[in-house]
């Protein structure tokens, strides 16, 4: 896909995922939004995964470490062809397992994740068994910001300083806000940029709600010897004007009102982009 087909991909993205957390009744929507560009980017255009090389061993993994914003993710698992899209209308009912988290009894799930802080280290440990095992795939992560406060991402970012996976890139979706406001007033974890380097790792700093920018981050050669982090400035809620930049939509479901107006919004997008 082209940047074009990406950023439309995108849209169609998020009012799946807008529809499947107002016909569930949960979900992290703000989260979800923000960090749609980023998951398009990797699932249609870098991530050298498919459904049916999903457990090849020389496969590309991809962590969400950031495991509350599940709902975007299913829905691109689903419309890339991991399992059916009709399974999603199970989405947090008794027994399904979609569910609020990301469970690897779903195909396309390399890991259980949720608890914040484990993402990073996990995504160490597999790109270090890559080296040891002389093998060429790529390990990607996705965090949050809010997630840095948490003392095991900073040393498992030594740890891949230590060991320069270069076979290792991170993504922080910097979207400034967490669920009790925002991050830097919950607990401060600026300067990221300067803190990752002092760990030995290469960070390019992008909008990370630019597809341009993003399809550019993930196709610099990796510095050798050094993990790369892209921190990726994002807009909490993005692509929804009444959500975007508003801490209460973390974790939000919309009134029947706000579900429409969203979706004519989304609808109007994607006719423009015919």
């Known amino acids: 896909m082209d940047v074009e087909q990406l950023e439309k991909k995108a849209i169609e993205m998020r009012k799946a995922t807008w529809e499947m957390i107002y016909r569930a009744?949960?979900?992290?929507?703000?989260?979800?939004?923000?960090?749609?560009?980023?998951?398009?980017?990797l699932y249609y255009k870098?991530?050298?995964?498919?459904?049916?090389?999903?457990?090849?061993?020389?496969?590309?993994?991809?962590?969400?470490?950031?495991?509350h914003a599940v709902e975007i993710l299913l829905n691109i698992l689903a419309d890339r062809g991991y399992f059916p899209k009709e399974d999603l209308l199970t989405y947090s009912q008794f027994k399904s397992p979609y569910i609020g988290h990301p469970n690897n009894h779903i195909k396309g799930i390399e890991m259980n994740t949720g608890s914040l802080g484990h993402g990073l280290?996990?995504?160490?440990?597999?790109?270090?068994?890559a080296k040891m095992d002389d093998k060429d795939y790529h390990t990607y992560?996705?965090?949050?910001d809010g997630e840095q406060a948490e003392g095991s991402v900073w040393e498992a970012a030594m740890a891949a300083g230590s060991f320069k996976l270069d076979n290792l890139t991170a993504?922080?979706?910097?979207?400034?806000?967490?669920?009790?406001?925002?991050?830097?007033?919950?607990?401060?974890?600026?300067?990221?940029?300067?803190?990752?380097e002092a760990f030995g790792w290469n960070v390019v700093e992008i909008d990370g709600n630019n597809m341009s920018q993003l399809v550019d981050a993930f196709d610099l050669k990796p510095v050798q010897n050094k993990p790369t982090l892209i921190l990726a400035d994002t807009v909490k809620g993005c692509g929804?004007?009444?959500?975007?930049?508003?801490?209460?939509?973390?974790?939000?479901?919309?009134?029947?009102?706000?579900?429409?107006?969203?979706?004519?919004?989304?609808?109007?997008?994607?006719?423009?982009?015919?």
């Not at 009744?25 to 980017?41: E, F, N, Y």
């Not at 004007?241 to 919309?254: C, D, I, L, R």
């Open 240 to 274: 929804v004007s009444f959500a975007e930049n508003k801490a209460e939509w973390h974790h939000k479901v919309p009134t029947e009102e706000q579900y429409k107006e969203a979706l004519d919004a989304f609808d109007k997008e994607l006719e423009e982009r015919k």
């Open 171 to 196: 993504i922080i979706d910097h979207n400034g806000l967490q669920i009790t406001g925002k991050t830097k007033d919950v607990m401060n974890s600026e300067p990221l940029k300067a803190k990752y």
């Open 141 to 144: 992560v996705l965090m949050g």
């Open 25 to 41: 009744k949960t979900g992290h929507t703000g989260s979800d939004l923000s960090c749609t560009d980023i998951l398009v980017a």
């Open 121 to 129: 280290a996990l995504s160490v440990g597999i790109a270090k068994a």
């Open 46 to 67: 870098v991530l050298n995964q498919t459904p049916e090389t999903f457990k090849n061993e020389d496969r590309d993994r991809y962590i969400q470490s950031k495991g």
